[in-house]
């Protein structure tokens, strides 16, 4: 049974508010580090419900709290970001900026976390308190870095987040222990070889031919050379070089994504990818240079969390409704960021409608706005229950 009415009453004073909200976020998307009219209208709710509310927390990041000033503190993390990608479905509030959509769903994260807000702020007294980040720049995995370095996890005691999944229908979420999402880098790599006339190629050094055996060795060394139970995906996406058809290029540029599932397998590749490049390289009389920048860690779900948050999944959704993922993703997801430090979890919430849902950054992603119910009751319950729970455990401490 598909879940579609809220069940808690105090809903309907304000659903239809803020589904205004979120159709007016699709109208209006922003892209990364650029979130300043969304971070406005956030930070003016969370005040009108009441929060103590901080602005440009991390660039255009905002900060809320309500609670006591001491205690247990749990966190919620929503992210902002539009991307840029031309909106292509017939919808009455579909994107009014040319070559800007919300595609991955951050619009309906933002008003999950105003959802929250209200809900919380309308409880008599919370037994902890509840802070709420809302995060600029995931789409570039940057936001996270700057709002924890402006101390946005800074004694937070558990941290919840969440993120729209196209595959699940809506009114289910998913959930899992352990690894969600990969590890992921960009990897940039520079072929010098020697120019010379494309008709005596013995004469040069050919910098495409090189970057040929490049891309295809690390292919094969990952299957030779990394054990298969770990999985290595490193994919280019950009190759450029040469300059005319019948000149022997002297420099060719790779750029590219690398993805995986286990962290110290990660701290290692850059240093597997430099030594093998070069060899490969000085095999064939040219010269590389590699760099490596790291994306994002990955995101470790904690299980005990992941069970909190299952447990109140149950009691909202009906456990027939709660799936548990058995595969992690190879994608990335800042989230990892601030959760280096504070246990978290992260659980997708299922947005297809009856004829499904265009995959996540496609154009023609139109999620089912039901889903954003599911949403707010799912984090309400389970930031409700962290709290019910630690502050027992803290006044048994104490
Ligand atoms: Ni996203």
New binding site residues.
């Given amino acids: 049974m598909i879940f579609l009415k809220p069940s808690n009453s105090r809903f309907n004073d304000f659903l239809t508010e803020l589904i205004a909200l979120r159709r007016h976020l699709h109208a209006h998307p922003e892209l990364s580090g650029n979130e300043h009219q969304t971070a406005a209208l956030v930070a003016g709710e969370l005040r009108k419900y009441g929060w103590r509310v901080q602005e440009a927390v991390g660039r255009t990041g905002v900060l809320a709290e309500l609670g006591p000033e001491s205690g247990p503190r749990v966190g919620l993390r929503v992210?902002m970001d539009a991307l840029p990608v031309e909106e292509r479905t017939c919808l009455s509030y579909a994107s009014r900026q040319q070559g800007l959509m919300h595609a991955?769903?951050?619009d309906l994260?933002t008003c999950i976390g105003l959802g929250v807000a209200r809900l919380l702020a309308a409880e008599d007294k919370l037994s902890g308190s509840v802070r709420l980040l809302f995060q600029p720049a995931?789409?570039i995995a940057a936001g996270a870095r700057w709002m924890k370095s402006a101390g946005a996890t800074q004694g937070l005691d558990a941290l919840f987040g969440v993120?729209?999944f196209p595959e699940l229908p809506v009114g289910t979420i998913g959930v899992k222990s352990g690894c969600l999402t990969a590890a992921a880098g960009e990897l940039e790599i520079q072929i010098f070889g020697e120019s010379g006339h494309g008709a005596r190629p013995h004469q040069s050094v050919d910098a495409i031919w090189v970057a040929s055996k490049v891309v295809s060795g690390l292919q094969e060394s990952i299957s030779r050379r990394l054990d298969a139970l770990h999985p290595v995906v490193i994919s280019f996406g950009r190759i450029e070089g040469g300059k005319a058809f019948n000149v022997i290029a002297d420099q060719v540029r790779l750029v590219g994504t690398v993805r995986c599932l286990d962290e110290s397998l990660h701290e290692k590749l850059p240093t597997w990818i430099e030594e093998l490049v070069k060899s490969i390289a000085s095999s064939f009389g040219a010269k590389a240079k590699v760099n490596y920048r790291c994306i994002a860690p990955i995101v470790y779900n904690d299980p005990g969390l992941t069970e909190l948050l299952e447990r109140c999944a149950f009691s909202v959704l009906g456990s027939e409704n709660v799936y548990r993922l058995d595969k992690p993703s190879l994608g990335a997801?800042d989230f990892a960021e601030l959760l280096q430090g504070v246990p978290g979890t992260m659980f997708r919430l299922g947005v297809a409608g009856e004829n499904g849902c265009a995959p996540?950054?496609s154009g023609q992603f139109a999620l089912d706005e039901r889903s954003l119910v599911v949403g707010i009751e799912v984090v309400f319950e389970t930031l409700m229950e962290w709290l019910r729970v630690n502050s027992k455990v803290s006044k048994n401490e104490s």
């Fill in positions: 992210d991955c769903g951050h994260h995931e789409e993120h729209v997801e996540l950054h």
